[in-house]
Structures are given as C-alpha cells and as structure tokens.
C-alpha cells in the first residue's frame, strides 16, 4: 500500500516535470546573453530591458488582452442569454437542434472555423482589423459559455421562482434576485474559458487579421520565424509569473471563501 | 445583479485605459507626424534605421507590417479589407496582382532618383514598361553547406545534392516553385515549364531526393542551419548572406547550370490611401546611400547600381551574391503561370511532401 | 417569464447561430460545390476521391490522431486515477493547467531547442555515451509535442469522472474479491468512460487538423488535412479545394461524435 502510494506520488511529480520543462527552458534562456537558446552564454537582464523599450511589443500584448476581455465579455453575455433562452424551449426536438449547432463550433478545427469566416467576411465586404478579430473572438467563445451555464440552469430549482412570484417579485426582480445568482457560478466560468480561448487562439486570428492589427500569438509566429528572439523569452517570463501570481490569489480567495468559489473551480474543470 | 454590473464596468474600464496607453505608446512612436505610411512587407526586410531615417526626413510616421508569403499577402490585398501603400512582392506574383486590376500604375517621372536603377533590372518580361513596379532586391536560389560537414567544392551543382552521402541531411525551402524548379533545371527543363509530363518527371526525380531531405521549412531554416542542426540548405541568396555572417562555416553556392533569379519590387496597391508617401518612400529608398545601407542589413542584392560603390569591397565583388554575367544569362525568372498550371506545381509539391520518407 | 422576454433572450443568440454558424458552414459548402469560375460542379469531391493523395492525407491525419490521442490517454488516465487519491488536489489541478496558459507557439519553439542536436535532450543522452540523436523532425518528436500539448486536456476530464464515482463501489468490489485487474476492468474503467469519451473528443477531433506543428515540429513531414487546407486557403488560394477537404473534415467529425455517442447509449444499457 505504501509503496503505491510512492509509485503515484512519483508518477505525477514526473508529469509535471514533463509539463514544465520547456516553460522553464524559456524563462532560463531569457536571462542569457546570447542570441538564441542553443547555449547559455552569461547572465544578463538585457532582454527584459529591450522587453520594457519595445513599445510595439507591449502595445501589441495590451491589444492582445482587451480583445481578450471585450471577446469574453461580449460572448459571455450573448452565451448567457442564448442558455436562458434554450432552458426555456419547450420543444425536445428545437432543443437538440440548437444544442447541435451551439455544439459546431467547439469541435471544429481552428482552421476551419478561421477559413469559413476568412470566407463569410470577404463575402460580407467586412475590413480585416480589429473588428473582424473581435468578432471571430466572440463567435468562437460563445458556445463555451452556453455549454458551462446551461448545467446551472438545468439544476436550478424552479420553486423559487414560482415562490418569489407568489411574494410579488417583478420579472426583472426574478431575472437579478433569482435566476441570476443561481447561475452565476456558470457564468463566471464562462467567462473565464472563454477569457482562456481568446488568449490562446493563434489559428482563427491568423486567418482573419489584418492591417494594423495583430495579437501575440501572431506577433510570436512572424517573429520567431526569424530565428528566435530572446525578448520573447522574457516576454513568456513576465506572462508565466503574472498568470502564476494571479492563480496563487485566486486560490487564497478560493480557500478563504470557501464553497462558491471552490464550485467556480469545480465548473472549470468540468 | 449589481455586481454583476460593476464587473462589467469594470472589465469596460479597464479595457478603455488599456487602449488609452497603447494609442500613447503608439503615439510616443509619431510625435507630431500627421500621415502615416503603412507598409507591408516581407519579416526582416528593410533596415529599422532606415525608416527611422525616412520617418525625420519626411515626416511620415511608418508602420510596417509583414508577410511571409507572396500568397498570403495576396489573399490579404485582395480581400479588399486592408489599406497598405506600399507592397513588396515577387515577379511572379505582380503579374498576377496585374492581372487582378490590383495595383496602381506608378509614374517613373516623379521618381527623382530612379535613373540610379541599373538598367538590367529594368523591363523585365513581368513589368515590360516598369509601369507598375519599381525593383526593391533581387537574388538567387541556390545551396548553402556547412564546410564541417560537406567538403568544399563538392557541391556545385543540383545533381549534386541527389547523393548517397547526404541522407537525412538537407533542408529544403517549403516553396513549390522553388523546389520543383530546381529538380526541372536539374533535368535540363525550364523552370517555367508548363508541361505536365516534365512536371510528373521533375516530381519523380524530387521523390528520388526525398531520403535526403531532412524537413521541408521556411523562416526557420536560418536558425537550423546556424546552429548545425543540418548541413545542407536550398534556399535563397539573402539567406545565406545573414547565416553566413553568424556561422563562419557556411559556403552559398549558384549552380552554374542554371537557377532561379528573382526580384522583389515596390508596388502601390490599389486600396493605398497615402499614395503621395508612397512615392516618397519609393523615391528615398533608390537614393544609393541608403539602397546600399539596406543592402547591407538585409544581405540581398540591390538593383541600384550606383550603390555598390558604398558597399564594403569584400560584398561588392562576391561573385555569389552578384554573379557575373555569365552566370546570370543562365538564371531564370519565374513568370506567373496562370491559377491551373500554379496548382499543379503546388499539388506536386504536396504530394512530394507526403511521400518523402 | 413572459414569452416577449424570451424572444428578446434568444434574438442575439439565434443571429449568433445564423451569422457565425450556418452561414460560414453554408458558404464554405458553397464554395466546394462550385469551380473557381463560380460554376456548380462537384470536381472537387470527385479529385478529393480519386486522387491518392489526399486519400492517403485522409489516414495519415487519422493514423497520427489516433496515436496522439491513445498515447496522450495511456498517460493521463493513471494520472488522473492518482490524483484522485491525493492532498491538495486543487494545487495540484492549478499546476496541471497552468501551462495551457503558456501560449502554444512558445512551448514549441522550446521544444525545438530542447530537442535540437545541441540541445537538452541530446546533451541528457549523451550523458548515457549516446552520442547526438536526430530527434527534431521525426515522427516521435512530432507525437510527443503533440502529446505534451494535449495531456492537461485528457487528464481533467478523467479526474472529474473518477471523482464522482462512489468510492464505496470500489471498495465493494476489493471486498468481493475482484483482483486489480478486474476492478479496473469492470468497474472504474466502465464508470469512467463518460470522462475519457469527453477527453478523447476533445483530443482526437483537433488532432485532425494540426498545422504548426507539422510544420514546425514535424518539418512538413507529415501532412495532415490541416496543413492542406491552411495551404489551399493561404498558399494556393484555391478556395474551393480547402473547403472541399474542410466538407469532408467535418463530415469525419460529425461521424466521430455520433460514434462515440452511440457508444455511451450501449454501454448503458450493458450497464
């Protein structure tokens, strides 16, 4: 028994080493001084210095997260209401046609869905800048966010409906007294996967980008194709401990607040 | 509901100064210019200095933009959405951008220093009357080796890289016409051959390569052969120029039976918006001190003849990088094939990638 | 709520559905139905079948999905069943997610200088006298990239399945005398399959259409579908092809989720 307990113990401390290897082979590079990751020259702070001057780079990563946030925000709130309006669809069969189409875009491949839409806005005469990335965004992030909060709904128990009703609760009282709170740990996930999609998308936003805009995923396929560049090291460094600090706080809030938050952490997983 | 509300105005906030700070930081780059020239270009293409250069000189502040193929910058112009000035793409792909009504003639005689153009890159058979290109760089194909590993002299010409003795060992440059070109002049063909048998036997002759090959790449090839992570690379001159500067042993090398001699040339796409930048940026970079400065960061050769002079002598006489002319009657200059027979190169090459082992 | 209500909900979603999913599908079905002189035809299917190339295109997509997707499931689901047993279980869930929040290019671009002649795996080799190895541009550095991408998405789904499974049937099982093999066998595999359904869909269907990789990894030397159809929208700028092989990837994908579905239904009723 105990040595199976060690076996497992051992087992996973093996993936993780797997899992952080190359983020580690990054941040160890960007502190040397050469010009790429073939050999560790000396250590320097250079590349956080150039990181810091680069204002194209940093105003490409500001870029990078308000798309993130508007995409998410957006998608959220349609993929929200659209989950509220497919709980309340009576018909069996209506249901399992819009679940079916909600369900298309999570298992296309990234480049079909940027091909199609590449196609849908030359068709539309739609410009390829922002926008058309912010819309790209949204659409490929809402099905996510209907798919985490239809659950909450499923599970909502509608006595408490009918009971704030009876007590002469408005519909809007029902919708942000009611419904809203019951669901909110959906919809949080929600917005929180689909914060992760649009950070992580390199394929849909390759297709439909154009003039003066370009994300860092982008940024970091035309640059790297010139032969890496330790900035970007640096770059992935500053990102890594960023997203680290933020998840060591999210989880101190998580563990202090207890249930909800931990049912947050639950749906995520999901 | 109300914090729900607050996090929205919130994450709206935030957003706004987000996009408050890049507008300064993109402002701090302008300081006063009132017009902006957007460029779109191949990565790593021109001297950051040189627009540095251009943007005091004219007060045109520059944003530049890249692609990394002429096919990826074509469906990108064609699609209609975007609003570059200036483009920088190869022969082959002007005629066809021509041919699609998308470029704007350029009228020579606003250019003040276009007579400085060596007169052998002018009225080429993709722009006869130079009415709508202007040369930028040109350059071969050919093969760069890394005297470690391949005995100098050994490689000289494409039948060459067919031997036993580099297996697994060559990169080659992912580019249909290039590689299927090649094995067609190997073969003694046109590089513009349009016929189909040629084409089937050129792919044979290229399967027959396949164990050498070690991966088909773009970009990236630079880096590899840089760190000897192979020893042989197919690809072009101005490539070579910049790994041959950070790794002392590697040799480029022109077969003397024949390659493919390109250009790139400046163009002023249709939907150009500050077309009398253009013309400024045209004009400024023919101007011989700064075509030989970009010359000399890009490592491609320049078609402003009058350059040279300012180029370092060891630069200037490299017979590789600027053949003599014997070499360069042998050079070929693809010409835009038509959308059929340009798929048929392509599924080819395709095909050859999915059965090179 | 009142049906106006209602209405109201659904109006974005359902411009959402027409806009960004039936539309794209439509066109994209439009435009592998027709020629690049916008005539009906069905050329591009009668090519797709009868050319071998991307017939063989076709297999070796599903030949490398199909190991990326069991060898990425041969790893994570022991990890997952361990981390079941584990303290701390939501520290150790963050460190497994975590690096999916690493953009992807970046994590391959480490690769390529982790596995690179000089790189850290050769130099860890040859610490064993194994002098330097090609290991970029294979086939196994190509499934292990993949695989490493994949892991934290297979792993998630089987925790939460083993997680709800009643420990008690476990332990009743151990109680009757099932062996460890047969435990697994009879009981938490079947009990778990919902999570590893989950994560092979999500795995297996991406695994279709890679294209960076094969390219940055693989060197293009292995093709799948996604590499052709980035290369007949980008490169060739034959649309009408690229959606062709995109009709017939999402036909595959369809056929994929219904076979998987339809096996849940019948283990159900074995159940």
Same mark, same amino acid.
């Given at each position: 028994?105990?040595?199976?307990?060690?076996?497992?113990?051992?087992?996973?401390?093996?993936?993780?080493?797997?899992?952080?290897?190359?983020?580690?082979?990054?941040?160890?590079?960007?502190?040397?001084?050469?010009?790429?990751?073939?050999?560790?020259?000396?250590?320097?702070?250079?590349?956080?210095?150039?990181?810091?001057?680069?204002?194209?780079?940093?105003?490409?990563?500001?870029?990078?997260?308000?798309?993130?946030?508007?995409?998410?925000?957006?998608?959220?709130?349609?993929?929200?209401?659209?989950?509220?309006?497919?709980?309340?669809?009576?018909?069996?069969?209506?249901?399992?046609?819009?679940l079916a189409l909600n369900n298309v875009l999570m298992v296309s491949p990234d480049v079909i869905i940027g091909a199609s839409f590449l196609v849908f806005f030359t068709a539309l005469g739609i410009g390829l800048n922002f926008g058309s990335v912010l819309l790209s965004h949204i659409a490929f992030s809402v099905p996510i966010v209907v798919l985490m909060v239809l659950p909450r709904l499923n599970e909502m128990d509608y006595s408490l409906i009918d009971a704030a009703r009876d007590l002469g609760a408005n519909n809007y009282q029902v919708f942000s007294?009611?419904?809203?709170?019951?669901?909110?740990?959906?919809?949080?996930?929600?917005?929180?996967?689909?914060?992760?999609?649009?950070?992580?998308?390199?394929?849909?936003?390759?297709?439909?980008?154009?003039?003066?805009?370009?994300?860092?995923?982008?940024?970091?396929?035309?640059?790297?194709?010139?032969?890496?560049?330790?900035?970007?090291?640096?770059?992935?460094?500053?990102?890594?401990?960023?997203?680290?600090?933020?998840?060591?706080?999210?989880?101190?809030?998580?563990?202090?607040?207890?249930?909800?938050?931990?049912?947050?952490?639950?749906?995520?997983?999901? | 509901?109300?914090?729900?509300?607050?996090?929205?105005?919130?994450?709206?906030?935030?957003?706004?100064?987000?996009?408050?700070?890049?507008?300064?930081?993109?402002?701090?780059?302008?300081?006063?210019?009132?017009?902006?020239?957007?460029?779109?270009?191949?990565?790593?293409?021109?001297?950051?200095?040189?627009?540095?250069?251009?943007?005091?000189?004219?007060?045109?502040?520059?944003?530049?933009?890249?692609?990394?193929?002429?096919?990826?910058?074509?469906?990108?112009?064609?699609?209609?959405?975007?609003?570059?000035?200036?483009?920088?793409?190869?022969?082959?792909?002007?005629?066809?951008?021509?041919?699609?009504?998308?470029?704007?003639?350029?009228?020579?005689?606003?250019?003040?220093?276009?007579?400085?153009?060596?007169?052998?890159?002018?009225?080429?058979?993709?722009?006869?009357?130079?009415?709508?290109?202007?040369?930028?760089?040109?350059?071969?194909?050919?093969?760069?080796?890394?005297?470690?590993?391949?005995?100098?002299?050994?490689?000289?010409?494409?039948?060459?890289?067919?031997?036993?003795?580099?297996?697994?060992?060559?990169?080659?440059?992912?580019?249909?016409?290039?590689?299927?070109?090649?094995?067609?002049?190997?073969?003694?063909?046109?590089?513009?051959?349009?016929?189909?048998?040629?084409?089937?036997?050129?792919?044979?002759?290229?399967?027959?390569?396949?164990?050498?090959?070690?991966?088909?790449?773009?970009?990236?090839?630079?880096?590899?052969?840089?760190?000897?992570?192979?020893?042989?690379?197919?690809?072009?001159?101005?490539?070579?120029?910049?790994?041959?500067?950070?790794?002392?042993?590697?040799?480029?090398?022109?077969?003397?039976?024949?390659?493919?001699?390109?250009?790139?040339?400046?163009?002023?796409?249709?939907?150009?918006?500050?077309?009398?930048?253009?013309?400024?940026?045209?004009?400024?970079?023919?101007?011989?001190?700064?075509?030989?400065?970009?010359?000399?960061?890009?490592?491609?050769?320049?078609?402003?003849?009058?350059?040279?002079?300012?180029?370092?002598?060891?630069?200037?006489?490299?017979?590789?990088?600027?053949?003599?002319?014997?070499?360069?009657?042998?050079?070929?200059?693809?010409?835009?094939?038509?959308?059929?027979?340009?798929?048929?190169?392509?599924?080819?090459?395709?095909?050859?990638?999915?059965?090179?082992? | 709520?009142?049906?106006?209500?209602?209405?109201?909900?659904?109006?974005?979603?359902? %411009?959402?559905?027409?806009?960004?999913?039936? %539309?794209?599908? %439509?066109?994209?079905?439009?435009?592998?139905?027709?020629?690049?002189?916008?005539?009906?035809?069905?050329?591009?299917?009668?090519?797709?079948?009868?050319?071998?190339?991307?017939?063989?295109?076709?297999?070796?997509?599903?030949?490398?999905?199909?190991?990326? !997707?069991?060898?990425?499931?041969?790893?994570?689901?022991?990890?997952?069943?361990?981390?079941?047993?584990?303290?701390?279980?939501?520290?150790?869930?963050?460190?497994?997610?975590?690096?999916?929040?690493?953009?992807?290019?970046?994590?391959?671009?480490?690769?390529?200088?982790?596995?690179?002649?000089?790189?850290?795996a050769n130099q860890f080799l040859q610490l064993f006298g194994i002098g330097p190895v090609n290991i970029l541009f294979t086939d196994f550095s190509f499934i292990f990239v993949a695989t490493y991408i994949e892991i934290p998405f297979m792993i998630l789904p089987i925790y939460n399945a083993i997680k709800e499974i009643n420990p008690v049937i476990i332990q009743a099982s151990e109680d009757l005398g099932a062996s460890k093999w047969q435990t697994f066998k009879y009981v938490l595999w079947p009990l778990s399959w919902s999570g590893v359904e989950s994560g092979i869909q999500a795995i297996f269907i991406p695994s279709l259409s890679l294209f960076m990789l094969t390219r940055l990894i693989g060197g293009n030397r292995v093709i799948t579908l996604g590499t052709a159809i980035e290369e007949y929208f980008l490169?060739?700028?034959?649309?009408?092809?690229?959606? !062709?092989?995109?009709?017939?990837?999402?036909?595959?994908?369809?056929?994929?989720?219904?076979? !998987?579905?339809?096996?849940?239904?019948?283990?159900?009723?074995?159940?």
């Amino acid at each position: 028994m105990k040595n199976r307990k060690i076996f497992a113990r051992l087992y996973l401390y093996f993936i993780l080493i797997i899992l952080y290897v190359p983020i580690f082979y990054l941040i160890y590079f960007s502190f040397s001084s050469g010009k790429n990751m073939n050999k560790f020259q000396h250590f320097t702070l250079a590349h956080y210095q150039t990181l810091l001057q680069d204002n194209r780079l940093i105003a490409i990563f500001l870029n990078t997260v308000i798309l993130a946030l508007l995409s998410s925000l957006i998608a959220t709130i349609i993929g929200t209401m659209g989950a509220i309006a497919i709980s309340r669809v009576r018909s069996k069969k209506h249901k399992q046609t819009l679940l079916a189409l909600n369900n298309v875009l999570m298992v296309s491949p990234d480049v079909i869905i940027g091909a199609s839409f590449l196609v849908f806005f030359t068709a539309l005469g739609i410009g390829l800048n922002f926008g058309s990335v912010l819309l790209s965004h949204i659409a490929f992030s809402v099905p996510i966010v209907v798919l985490m909060v239809l659950p909450r709904l499923n599970e909502m128990d509608y006595s408490l409906i009918d009971a704030a009703r009876d007590l002469g609760a408005n519909n809007y009282q029902v919708f942000s007294n009611v419904m809203i709170p019951a669901i909110l740990p959906g919809i949080a996930s929600g917005l929180f996967m689909a914060l992760t999609y649009s950070l992580d998308d390199f394929a849909v936003t390759f297709f439909v980008t154009g003039n003066g805009f370009s994300t860092l995923s982008v940024e970091i396929y035309s640059r790297a194709r010139q032969g890496i560049d330790l900035e970007i090291n640096a770059l992935s460094t500053v990102i890594f401990v960023f997203v680290l600090v933020l998840v060591l706080i999210y989880y101190f809030i998580s563990t202090k607040r207890g249930k909800k938050a931990r049912g947050i952490m639950r749906e995520l997983i999901k | 509901m109300k914090k729900l509300i607050w996090t929205v105005v919130a994450i709206l906030l935030a957003c706004a100064g987000m996009a408050y700070e890049v507008s300064r930081l993109q402002q701090s780059d302008i300081q006063g210019k009132n017009k902006s020239l957007i460029i779109y270009n191949w990565g790593d293409y021109v001297d950051p200095d040189l627009l540095k250069k251009f943007e005091k000189e004219t007060g045109y502040h520059v944003i530049y933009e890249t692609f990394d193929s002429n096919e990826a910058m074509y469906t990108k112009i064609k699609q209609g959405g975007t609003a570059y000035d200036i483009a920088i793409p190869s022969e082959y792909m002007i005629m066809k951008m021509k041919r699609a009504n998308l470029l704007d003639k350029i009228d020579t005689s606003k250019l003040s220093n276009f007579k400085y153009i060596s007169s052998s890159f002018l009225h080429r058979s993709f722009d006869p009357n130079n009415e709508y290109s202007v040369p930028y760089f040109w350059g071969t194909l050919g093969i760069i080796y890394n005297d470690k590993y391949v005995k100098p002299g050994s490689i000289k010409h494409w039948n060459d890289l067919w031997s036993k003795k580099y297996r697994h060992s060559i990169l080659l440059v992912d580019s249909a016409r290039d590689a299927m070109g090649m094995s067609l002049v190997s073969l003694g063909y046109s590089m513009n051959t349009t016929s189909n048998l040629k084409l089937k036997l050129a792919l044979t002759k290229l399967n027959a390569l396949g164990p050498n090959i070690k991966a088909v790449i773009s970009d990236e090839m630079k880096m590899y052969l840089v760190q000897n992570e192979a020893p042989i690379g197919v690809t072009w001159s101005g490539e070579a120029a910049e790994v041959m500067e950070s790794n002392k042993h590697l040799h480029y090398v022109v077969p003397s039976e024949g390659s493919n001699l390109w250009f790139d040339n400046m163009v002023i796409p249709r939907t150009a918006k500050n077309k009398k930048a253009a013309y400024a940026f045209i004009n400024f970079m023919l101007k011989p001190q700064n075509a030989a400065q970009n010359a000399k960061y890009v490592g491609y050769a320049t078609p402003v003849g009058v350059a040279k002079k300012y180029l370092p002598k060891k630069v200037r006489e490299d017979k590789q990088f600027y053949p003599p002319m014997s070499t360069l009657k042998h050079l070929q200059v693809y010409r835009d094939l038509g959308p059929k027979i340009t798929q048929n190169y392509n599924d080819l090459f395709l095909e050859f990638k999915m059965y090179a082992r | 709520m009142s049906n106006r209500n209602k209405i109201l909900f659904m109006i974005p979603y359902l %411009l959402w559905i027409i806009l960004f999913v039936i %539309l794209p599908i %439509l066109l994209i079905l439009w435009y592998s139905l027709t020629n690049q002189s916008q005539q009906f035809t069905l050329a591009n299917f009668e090519l797709f079948f009868h050319n071998g190339t991307f017939l063989k295109m076709m297999l070796n997509s599903f030949w490398y999905a199909f190991l990326i !997707t069991f060898v990425t499931l041969l790893v994570s689901y022991p990890a997952a069943y361990f981390l079941t047993k584990m303290k701390n279980q939501q520290i150790w869930l963050l460190l497994i997610i975590l690096p999916t929040w690493i953009n992807l290019l970046l994590k391959a671009y480490a690769f390529i200088g982790i596995l690179s002649n000089s790189g850290l795996a050769n130099q860890f080799l040859q610490l064993f006298g194994i002098g330097p190895v090609n290991i970029l541009f294979t086939d196994f550095s190509f499934i292990f990239v993949a695989t490493y991408i994949e892991i934290p998405f297979m792993i998630l789904p089987i925790y939460n399945a083993i997680k709800e499974i009643n420990p008690v049937i476990i332990q009743a099982s151990e109680d009757l005398g099932a062996s460890k093999w047969q435990t697994f066998k009879y009981v938490l595999w079947p009990l778990s399959w919902s999570g590893v359904e989950s994560g092979i869909q999500a795995i297996f269907i991406p695994s279709l259409s890679l294209f960076m990789l094969t390219r940055l990894i693989g060197g293009n030397r292995v093709i799948t579908l996604g590499t052709a159809i980035e290369e007949y929208f980008l490169t060739t700028m034959n649309w009408n092809m690229g959606a !062709t092989i995109g009709v017939v990837l999402i036909i595959l994908m369809v056929a994929v989720m219904l076979l !998987t579905g339809s096996k849940i239904k019948r283990k159900k009723v074995d159940l």
